[in-house]
């Protein structure tokens, strides 16, 4: 289970811009929030911290449990990447809900804000560096925030998505054909380039998608 942000990291994590999700504290601070996956900083000058999806999510949930460091060791120990888990599909006894909704789509926004913040041009109908180094996760939360069903368990219908052998490509698998053609449709508004395959030995539809470049 990912450890929970720090009393300090919390406060800093609240105290970010309500839009920008722009960060202020120290070098150490900021640099421990990077380590986590719960901010980033920005590549052009003048290098400012900004939250990623995982930072905004947790900016969204309630404070219940924070974890005071035991020594300056800990605070800087490298954790999991905390980047926000979008159901890829497959997944047993999903959390599902309103609160679910909240979630996805205060990631959806984060990523948003990302797009804004490192595309030349703040272009944000394409991805950004981020999605391109986890595509799965990339495509999955632009599937869920739209509202498409993922895959429940490891028979169950809705889409699922995988990464494939092709450098910058996912695959994206949905047993109902209008359900899959709605997934393309959604992904090529996100900016994703999509085509629809047959699998030679199944003989299912398939997408692979990959992120748009300009």
């Known amino acids: 289970m990912t450890r929970p942000p720090t009393a300090v990291q919390r406060r800093i994590i609240d105290a970010a811009e309500p839009v920008t999700g722009r960060l202020t504290g120290t070098e150490a601070q ?3 929030l990077v380590k986590r996956g719960l901010a980033f900083r920005h590549p052009r000058p003048p290098h400012d911290h900004f939250l990623t999806p995982a930072g905004h999510r947790v900016r969204e949930t309630a404070p219940a449990e924070v974890a005071e ?6 605070e800087s120990a490298p ?3 905390g980047v926000f888990a979008a159901r890829v599909g497959g997944e047993e006894a999903a959390i599902t809900g309103p609160a679910r909704t909240r979630e996805v789509h205060s990631a959806w926004q984060g990523l948003l804000e990302l797009r804004r913040m490192t595309n030349p041009g703040g272009a944000t109908d394409r991805p950004c560096g981020w999605e391109r180094t986890h595509l799965v996760r990339a495509a999955a939360l632009a599937l869920e925030s739209a509202g498409h069903r993922p895959a429940e368990g490891p028979a169950g219908g809705g889409y699922r998505v995988r990464a494939t052998p092709q450098p910058e490509a996912v695959a994206v698998r ?9 997934c393309a449709a959604t992904l090529e508004r996100a900016g994703w380039q999509v085509s629809e395959h047959t699998d030679p030995r199944t003989r299912e539809r398939y997408l692979l ?4 470049r300009a």
Do not use: G, I
């Open 209 to 212: 998608a990959s992120p748009r």
């Open 174 to 182: 949905e047993p109902d054909a209008e359900a899959l053609r709605a």
């Open 69 to 74: 460091p035991a020594s300056a060791s800990k």
């Open 30 to 32: 900021l640099a421990a």
């Open 79 to 81: 954790a999991d990447t």
